[in-house]
């Protein structure tokens, strides 16, 4: 059985196309590979603009949310100044929601509180 020009012309294709990739889609599955955490960790290093650099500490802070509490808090801290700086009401609400979850986790309901309140106040006043 013979196949039509064009059916085994993109089946090569194909074929060449899958080869080339390999490499990449291996690496790209290697245990060894940049977490996403690194990828973010890199990523300051740049000269950001504010909203951006604003992004990726939120990034870095779900990445450690529960697992390193105080370096998550620490980034949210970040997160929370500079949202302040830009005015982004929206945002500092859900910053301080998210700074009461990772205190009440980490057993510190008198914060937790504290950061729902304020996260509460700021979309009550907006």
């Known amino acids: ?19 080339q990739a390999y490499p990449t889609l291996c690496a790209a599955q290697a245990p060894d590979a940049p977490s996403r955490l690194d990828s973010l960790l890199l990523r300051l290093h740049d ?34 100044q500079i949202a302040e700086a830009e005015n982004a009401i929206r945002s500092l609400g859900r910053f301080y929601n998210n700074q009461g979850v990772i205190h009440n986790i980490s057993g510190r309901p008198d914060q937790a509180l504290k950061s729902f309140l304020k996260g509460a106040g700021i979309y009550r006043i907006r």
Do not use: W
Request: glycine share 2%.
């Open 47 to 80: 000269p950001l603009v504010d909203s951006v650099r604003r992004e990726v500490h939120l990034g870095i802070f779900m990445e450690l949310a529960f697992q390193d509490n105080a370096r998550a808090l620490a980034h949210l801290d970040t997160c929370i």
């Open 1 to 19: 059985m013979t196949l039509n020009p064009r059916i085994h012309a993109i089946v090569s294709l194909s074929l060449y196309l899958l080869l």
